[in-house]
């Protein structure tokens, strides 16, 4: 699950304040334009041109302007994973363990609880239509594999509800969109632990032709939030043509 509270000040802000919360990991996780700064707008008076024109040189010389950009893309994130971390408790430590007493001894073995590995779809569809509430949802794209019931479910909810499919043919173009978001700095996605953790693990699978995609036979550990945002980014493909500035929400 993704963090809580209020949104993070920019470090932009943070820079102007003097503050010493600025740290290199912080500046990675943030959309950086392009170097340099806005024209003055047209319609400002003679005195606000002025000091414009006095104020832009200093904020150039922080490093905290840039041109204006419009091909930034936010990823709101919110995973299910506390199962995940028991099952790798269990794994770790094993079924069972020692009850002692208050010299250490040994009493008896007890079992841990069971790891209920089942998705709650009830749960899924109460998030997702809280965060329509929130956001407004344009559409939602799924895998076809397992989904059913909950595809329906949600289209009754009056959301609009697309099957995404997870060959070459439809992952490849937004796989390489992806690419080039985070390459050129322009996925903002506050540093989120499960997220990153999975860009860790992924594996591309390629063919003859060219095509990629992520591969989760191939990749070390979970990959579904990497996969999730390239099904997103599929989507505004085609609706847009281009990726422009927005808020992509993915369970």
């Known amino acids: ?128 239509n809280e965060l329509n509430q929130r956001f407004g949802i344009r559409e939602i794209a799924i895998d076809p594999w397992n989904a059913t019931q909950l595809s329906v479910q949600l289209q009754g909810d009056g959301l609009e509800v697309v099957t995404f499919g997870q060959g070459f043919k439809d992952m490849t173009a937004p796989s390489k969109e992806l690419e080039k978001l985070v390459m050129s700095g322009k996925l903002r996605h506050g540093g989120h632990p499960v997220l990153r953790w999975m860009a860790s693990n992924v594996a591309v699978e390629t063919d003859a032709a060219g095509n990629l995609k992520p591969s989760k036979k191939k990749s070390t550990e979970r990959i579904d939030g990497i996969v999730a945002t390239v099904m997103a980014l599929g989507r505004m493909l085609l609706d847009e043509g281009e990726c422009e500035a927005g808020i992509m929400i993915i369970g």
């Open 1 to 128: 699950m993704g963090r809580r509270g209020p949104a993070p000040t920019p470090t932009n802000i943070l820079k102007l304040r003097g503050s010493t919360l600025v740290t290199e990991r912080r500046l990675r996780s943030e959309v950086k334009g392009p170097i340099g700064h806005p024209d003055c707008p047209a319609w400002l008076d003679e005195d606000a041109r002025a000091m414009w024109d006095k104020l832009i040189p200093q904020l150039s010389a922080m490093g905290i302007l840039s041109r204006i950009d419009g091909n930034a893309l936010a990823r709101y994130c919110r995973f299910w994973s506390r199962w995940k971390k028991a099952e790798d408790f269990i794994t770790e430590r094993g079924e069972m363990y020692p009850i002692k007493d208050d010299q250490g001894n040994v009493k008896c073995f007890q079992q841990w609880p069971q790891v209920a590995n089942v998705i709650d779809y009830d749960v899924i569809r109460r998030r997702i």
